[in-house]
């Protein structure tokens, strides 16, 4: 549930790879010793996710309890929180699969970012 309300409201307009993509930076983080050891520890990690305080992820948590989450991007939301949670960590971009095992960050724009997908890129 939070899993999926976090990526649709950070890549709720972006492709299901995209979406994936997101997840895949939650779950790193919460492997990675630099950050805190649970999903929520993490998105609500203060000046992290901008959603988790804005209002937006309790308004996404909310249209998903009360069974409101049922259009095509929060379908792929959900779709793309289970394949993370189950350990997902690469994407098929124009065939080839990318490893992002090590990715931390994702923004509107980044410097120095490693991969670009839709409106987002990675490090």
Known sequence: RLMSAIIFCEAGTESYTGKV?????????????????????????????????????AQALKDY?????????????????????????????????VNMKSYLFFSGYLSNRRLKIGNHMFK
Not at 25 to 36: D, E, G, L
Not at 45 to 57: C, E, I, N, R
Not at 73 to 93: D, M, Q, W
Request: proline share 3%; hydrophobic share 35%.
């Open 65 to 97: 309890d009360d069974g409101n989450f049922n259009q095509k991007n929060h379908l792929e939301s959900i779709k793309a929180a289970k394949k993370v949670l189950k350990g997902c960590t690469t994407v098929t971009i124009k065939g080839k699969k």
């Open 21 to 57: 993509a997101v997840g895949i930076v939650v779950m790193n983080r919460v492997r990675s010793k630099k950050y805190p050891n649970t999903v929520k520890g993490v998105i609500y990690q203060k000046s992290q996710f901008t959603p988790a305080h804005s209002g937006a992820l």
